[in-house]
């Protein structure tokens, strides 16, 4: 039986699970097989999420709003502006929401994450350098710009989960569905697995029609953990064989361990699935899907459930698909989208709120790169080299706005890398790198391979 993988291999199970220790389609970088041991080492039980809208957002519509009072049609000839707000139509209102004394504000496609506004803090004029989707997500993902289209460093859940001392505790210590994970010479135990979705995951995680019993399994774990190893030192002398074997362990204790039930969304039997199918929205027709019928609910849904059931610290998923909406459809297709996303997005944070989790999770969303602020031709956006960030959770600033972009045109400004103060002149530029150092820094980790130390503005 063959199994669709969204990166590009078609496997059957066995092959799924014998790529297993090597991340099921992450990606190993360098030239040999045996990583290095990681700089610095920290014990915590600390879980990272990261979220992705892919595609380029319109942070207009959800981060970095302006008053449509000011911000009118008639005037965008001078700020180069335009809201087009009026062209979104229902359930959209055409404001921007604001909260009292906060600084925080947002656009209409912010949808349910709203109410979390006092736990987060908004990053505006984040600096991308590209406008190429590909480089701008590997950018996002590794902190590192790629060489061309290349990434050119390990994940930061990668590099996360290398310097945590407790990561052996984790069945998965890193999982990411549908979202590119990377590793550059790195314990493989901190490679990403990657997955689809819930499904992708419950398939590799039970066992098949033709697995050994029971009984025979057992025979079989006891004969390896007597056997001898007799492979030639050539043959290992790059710790190939050591590392095939090391994979093979680590397969057969996740399905040995029935990990598959936490992410059985499908099953009717069990009352605790139906109550994150409510939660989630699971099923229940909502729009913005993310591909193969996986929706942004069921990806945060699965974000919960590993971290929840302490099966990984790191969870990197997508949120949002189809946001490059260079014509019409971004009036018709963009706001849903990222509303969706941002339902989602709220609802995890409750799930993880109730659990008692969220003191020690902290939540990074993050797009390619932004639109441009001014609708072309066609009725649509382009990519703009600005964008934003979000981020939720320990570790982060709350109720905080760090840096800005300009009211004409919508430039990425410098900042105070102390107080996250936007400057006219002067200051520091907000980069993926500088942002995810900080994110690292402000949880224990050593941002050491970013070559970049965290701005005290982004860290709590």
Not at 2 to 7: A, D, I, S, T, V
Not at 72 to 98: C, N, Y
Request: contains cysteine.
């Amino acid at each position: 039986m063959k199994h669709h993988n969204p990166f590009g291999l078609n496997l059957n199970r066995r092959g799924f699970l014998r790529a297993t220790g090597l991340g099921a389609g992450a990606v190993m970088l360098g030239n040999g097989f045996v990583p290095r041991v990681a700089q610095a080492q920290a014990a915590t039980d600390h879980r990272f999420v990261f979220a992705y809208f892919s595609g380029g957002w319109d942070t207009l519509l959800c981060l970095d709003p302006r008053n449509p009072s000011e911000f009118t049609e008639a005037a965008a000839r001078d700020t180069k502006i335009q809201l087009g707000w009026d062209r979104i139509g229902a359930p959209f209102q055409p404001e921007m929401m604001s909260f009292g004394d906060s600084p925080i504000t947002f656009g209409p496609a912010i949808g349910d994450f709203a109410r979390h506004y006092q736990k987060a803090c908004v990053v505006r004029g984040l600096s991308m350098d590209t406008v190429t989707h590909e480089v701008g997500r590997r950018y996002m993902i590794t902190g590192k710009m790629p060489a061309g289209l290349q990434a050119t460093g390990s994940a930061i859940p990668t590099r996360i989960v290398a310097q945590n001392a407790m990561a052996e505790g984790y069945a998965i210590p890193n999982l990411a569905s549908q979202v590119e994970t990377y590793n550059k010479g790195l314990p493989t135990l901190a490679t990403g697995m990657s997955v689809n979705g819930a499904g992708d995951l419950v398939f590799a995680l039970q066992k098949s029609d033709d697995a050994p019993s029971t009984s025979i399994q057992g025979h079989l774990s006891a004969y390896r953990a007597k056997a001898v190893n007799c492979d030639p030192v050539r043959l290992d002398r790059r710790g190939f064989m050591g590392l095939i074997r090391e994979n093979q362990s680590r397969a057969t204790d996740l399905v040995t361990n029935e990990l598959h039930e936490f992410f059985d969304f499908t099953n009717q039997r069990d009352p605790d699935m139906a109550i994150l199918r409510e939660r989630y929205g699971i099923g229940g027709g909502r729009p913005g899907g993310i591909g193969q019928g996986v929706t942004p609910g069921e990806q945060a849904a699965l974000a919960a459930q590993a971290l929840k059931n302490n099966i990984s610290q790191c969870v990197s998923i997508t949120l949002a698909t189809g946001l490059d909406t260079h014509d019409e459809n971004w009036a018709t297709d963009h706001p849903g989208l990222l509303q969706t996303g941002f339902n989602a997005l709220a609802a995890l944070i409750d799930d993880l709120d109730e659990a008692g989790l969220m003191s020690k999770t902290t939540i990074v969303c993050f797009s390619e790169f932004g639109r441009t602020s001014l609708l072309n031709t066609r009725d649509g956006r382009d990519h703009s080299l600005a964008s934003c960030a979000l981020m939720v959770g320990a570790g982060v600033p709350e109720n905080t706005v760090v840096g800005a972009t300009t009211d004409v045109g919508m430039n990425a400004m410098p900042i105070d890398p102390e107080t996250g103060a936007a400057l006219s002149t002067g200051g520091t530029t907000l980069t993926p790198t500088k942002l995810l150092a900080s994110v690292m820094q402000a949880n224990g980790y050593d941002p050491y391979d970013l070559r970049e130390q965290g701005l005290p503005c982004l860290m709590a």
